[in-house]
């Protein structure tokens, strides 16, 4: 029985995101059905949250101020009470920049979202853009991502992102992950953004509130309430981020966020009657993939040891053979991720990481 039951876990959890991704390609062959507008030009707010950032502010600064027309860009930097430094660097970066550029000094950190929407009440923007500190924008994103905002029916746009650096299974991951966010916008629109580039809207931004504060992902659940309103909210394949990845703490950055996106979709869920039919599947899909499916690998993988340890052999030969797929790079990654996803739901018992501590990121190179 425990063999029986194993197996149909096993097969359910891997079939399940085989089938929805088999669909998701099919997705991708579809054109996007937006009217893109190379020359809209509205004025953008591009709001920088930064912690101890000395390292990376200033070509983090000058990287967004050749991504558009600097008489129509407005940075505000969001500081929370850095102690290198960094608001100094911003400053005096912007006497001589020749951009609008605002920084506010926070007292104490008190997590992204708050900085964010503190931010987002000083700035004048029509479209307002997150931008992490460390990551850094292809010479045309924010320009790109712009033009798709023209379009009457998209309320934010996101980055397709390449990794700096880091282990190997993450430039693995993020292949899967890209083309995954792509195919559910050209859908209709994605659950997922990326904090690296967000550009919202600002009525539709403040149509939802801004910012969520209590939980960790409040790029992508702002993004998710914008299409559950009836706007597609959607990642670009031609809007490139690069991301640079930690060089210590890898694995608690990469739970760190499976626990943000984990808090997302346990959120939404409850919202799902709400979502227009085209995105609805989508987000019931990756609610899915992210809240239940890890949990059906951890009980398979149970049940077939216990299996293999009563001698059934069938259950060994099992486990065995998917011990030595891990040699496959594909299959490893996935694997992987689905650890992170377990390891994640069980950190957010204890604690939700709105504030976390910072991992060391270098080795950036310019997109």
């Given at each position: 029985m425990f063999f029986e039951l194993g197996l149909a876990l096993a097969a359910l959890h891997f079939g399940v995101p085989l089938g929805y991704y088999a669909v998701a390609k099919r997705w991708l062959r579809r054109d996007w059905g937006i009217r893109e507008d190379g020359g809209y030009r509205p004025k953008v707010s591009v709001i920088i949250p930064t912690y101890n950032e000395a390292e990376h502010i200033a070509q983090r600064l000058e990287n967004v101020a050749q991504s558009y027309p600097r008489d129509k860009l407005e940075v505000v930097v969001v500081d929370g009470a850095s102690t290198d430094g960094t608001a100094e660097i911003a400053e005096k970066w912007a006497e001589k920049a020749g951009v609008d550029v605002k920084v506010v000094r926070e007292e104490r950190r008190e997590g992204k979202a708050k900085s964010l929407n503190r931010a987002l009440g000083l700035a004048t923007g029509e479209v307002v853009v997150i931008?992490?500190?460390?990551?850094?924008?292809?010479?045309?994103?924010?320009?790109?991502?712009?033009?798709?905002?023209?379009d009457p029916s998209v309320g934010a746009v996101s980055c397709v992102k390449r990794p700096i650096g880091g282990p190997g299974i993450e430039e693995g991951y993020r292949g899967f992950y890209n083309a995954l966010r792509v195919a559910e916008s050209k859908a209709w629109s994605t659950p997922i953004f990326h904090g690296e580039l967000a550009a919202f809207k600002r009525e539709a931004l403040e149509a939802v509130g801004g910012f969520p504060t209590d939980i960790g992902a409040d790029d992508s659940h702002a993004a998710t309430l914008i299409a559950l309103r009836g706007l597609r909210a959607i990642v670009a394949d031609d809007v490139l981020c690069m991301e640079t990845v930690p060089e210590e703490g890898y694995h608690a950055w990469r739970i760190r966020r499976a626990q943000h996106l984990i808090q997302h979709f346990a959120k939404a869920v409850p919202l799902l009657r709400k979502a227009p039919r085209p995105f609805r599947a989508v987000l019931a899909a990756e609610a899915y993939l992210h809240l239940v499916n890890p949990w059906l690998l951890l009980t398979a993988v149970a049940l077939l040891l216990a299996s293999a340890f009563?001698?059934?052999?069938?259950?060994t030969a099992f486990l065995g053979t998917g011990a030595l797929m891990l040699l496959y790079k594909p299959y490893r990654t996935w694997i992987v991720a689905q650890i992170y996803l377990v390891a994640a739901s069980v950190r957010n018992l204890r604690t939700k990481e709105i504030v976390w501590n910072k991992q060391i990121k270098r080795g950036r190179r310019r997109c």
């Open positions: 931008a992490d500190a460390d990551a850094l924008w292809a010479p045309d994103a924010l320009r790109r991502a712009v033009a798709k905002l023209a009563m001698g059934n052999i069938l259950a």
